[in-house]
């Protein structure tokens, strides 16, 4: 358990850092990637350097409105469930699976800063949400078949085709049978949609849909603020989700649901959706055991 006084000191060393990247950052007016995020960033210091950005309590970024309520919206039901939140982040997901009645919500993230923006959100408003630094790929800590959802919502974009199958396959072991996995990753053409601009831009350089394939892509997700999010993306095709649930051991067809912007969405902003209209977004997946 991470001790609750240390919380108010990481949460102001995150901030610090942060007010002064997305300070230089803001500085760069056109819509470039700065030279920080276009490094090749390893994923645990990206997310542990930006954790207190993505805290949020309403929807904020793109895939907030895009995707994430959609993803939900396939849990149900959700009422007395056992769920496992793979790639929590700082709890977005797994605190709106709690108050939807889940019995026990169990996060667990790579970064520990995530984490600990996790817990300190769960102190200060307590939904008994237990929350873990560690790495999707080897769930040895948890028993077989003993979850009833497991969802990862945009954790598989930072993971190789092979680290997908390995985290598919322990996914398989701790769900219970007939339990489900919904996940949620970028549609697999979405970098290449050539975008440079707000809500989203992926940094795909020469690579193309197949030539791609396990290479790692920089991007930005932005928030209707103005701000944004920097996120990466190892690129996968729509057959290698297909065959890393198979070659996990998963036998049943998937539901797939591939999302994009609404008439809701242009209602509420036209602005900000109006650049992406008809573009896929990002692909939900729904697999039972
Ligand atoms: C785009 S964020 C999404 C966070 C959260 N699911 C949400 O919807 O707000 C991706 C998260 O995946 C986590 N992640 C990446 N690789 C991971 C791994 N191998 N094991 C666990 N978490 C990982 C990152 O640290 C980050 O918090």
Same mark, same amino acid.
């Given at each position: 358990?991470?001790?609750?006084?240390?919380?108010?000191?990481?949460?102001?060393?995150?901030?610090?850092?942060?007010? $002064?990247?997305?300070?230089?950052?803001?500085?760069?007016?056109? @819509?470039?990637?700065?030279?920080?995020?276009?490094?090749?960033?390893?994923?645990?210091?990206?997310?542990?350097?930006?954790?207190?950005?993505?805290?949020?309590?309403?929807?904020?970024?793109?895939?907030?409105?895009?995707?994430? #309520?959609?993803?939900?919206?396939?849990?149900?039901?959700?009422? %007395?469930?056992?769920?496992?939140?793979?790639? &929590?982040?700082?709890?977005? &997901?797994?605190?709106?699976?709690?108050?939807?009645?889940?019995?026990?919500?169990? %996060?667990?993230?790579? $970064?520990?800063?995530?984490?600990?923006?996790?817990?300190?959100?769960?102190?200060?408003?307590?939904?008994?949400?237990?929350?873990?630094?560690? &790495?999707?790929?080897?769930?040895?800590?948890?028993?077989?078949?003993?979850?009833?959802?497991?969802?990862?919502?945009?954790?598989?974009?930072?993971?190789?085709?092979?680290?997908?199958?390995? &985290?598919? $396959?322990?996914?398989?072991?701790? =769900?219970?049978?007939? %339990?489900?996995?919904?996940?949620?990753?970028?549609?697999?053409?979405?970098?290449?949609?050539?975008?440079?601009? #707000?809500?989203?831009?992926?940094?795909?350089?020469?690579?193309?849909?197949?030539?791609?394939?396990?290479?790692?892509?920089?991007?930005?997700?932005?928030?209707?603020?103005?701000?944004?999010?920097?996120?990466?993306?190892?690129?996968?095709?729509?057959?290698?989700?297909?065959?890393?649930?198979?070659?996990? %051991?998963? *036998?049943? =067809?998937?539901?797939?649901?591939? =999302?994009?912007?609404? #008439?809701?969405?242009?209602?509420?902003?036209?602005?900000?959706? *109006?650049?992406?209209?008809?573009? #896929?977004?990002?692909?939900? @997946?729904?697999?039972?055991?």
């Amino acid at each position: 358990m991470f001790p609750a006084e240390k919380i108010p000191l990481v949460l102001s060393h995150i901030k610090n850092y942060q007010d $002064s990247s997305q300070e230089a950052a803001e500085k760069n007016d056109d @819509f470039e990637l700065s030279a920080t995020s276009t490094e090749k960033v390893k994923t645990k210091e990206l997310y542990d350097n930006t954790a207190l950005r993505w805290v949020r309590t309403e929807p904020s970024s793109l895939s907030d409105f895009t995707a994430r #309520p959609a993803v939900i919206e396939m849990c149900e039901p959700i009422a %007395g469930l056992q769920i496992l939140d793979l790639g &929590c982040g700082e709890g977005y &997901c797994s605190r709106e699976l709690r108050q939807r009645g889940a019995k026990k919500v169990h %996060g667990i993230d790579l $970064s520990q800063k995530m984490i600990a923006a996790a817990q300190a959100q769960e102190a200060k408003e307590p939904l008994g949400i237990s929350y873990e630094a560690n &790495c999707a790929t080897d769930l040895s800590q948890l028993a077989d078949d003993e979850t009833d959802l497991v969802v990862a919502v945009f954790l598989f974009n930072y993971l190789t085709v092979e680290q997908t199958k390995q &985290c598919m $396959s322990e996914v398989l072991r701790v =769900l219970r049978p007939g %339990g489900r996995f919904i996940f949620s990753v970028p549609h697999p053409a979405l970098p290449y949609m050539g975008q440079k601009n #707000p809500p989203f831009y992926f940094q795909v350089d020469q690579n193309n849909y197949f030539s791609g394939r396990d290479n790692l892509f920089p991007g930005r997700i932005w928030k209707r603020d103005g701000s944004w999010l920097d996120v990466q993306l190892v690129h996968k095709t729509f057959q290698d989700y297909f065959e890393s649930l198979q070659s996990a %051991g998963f *036998s049943t =067809l998937p539901v797939l649901k591939e =999302l994009h912007v609404t #008439p809701e969405h242009l209602q509420l902003d036209a602005e900000f959706f *109006s650049p992406i209209v008809d573009l #896929p977004l990002h692909v939900a @997946f729904e697999i039972i055991k």
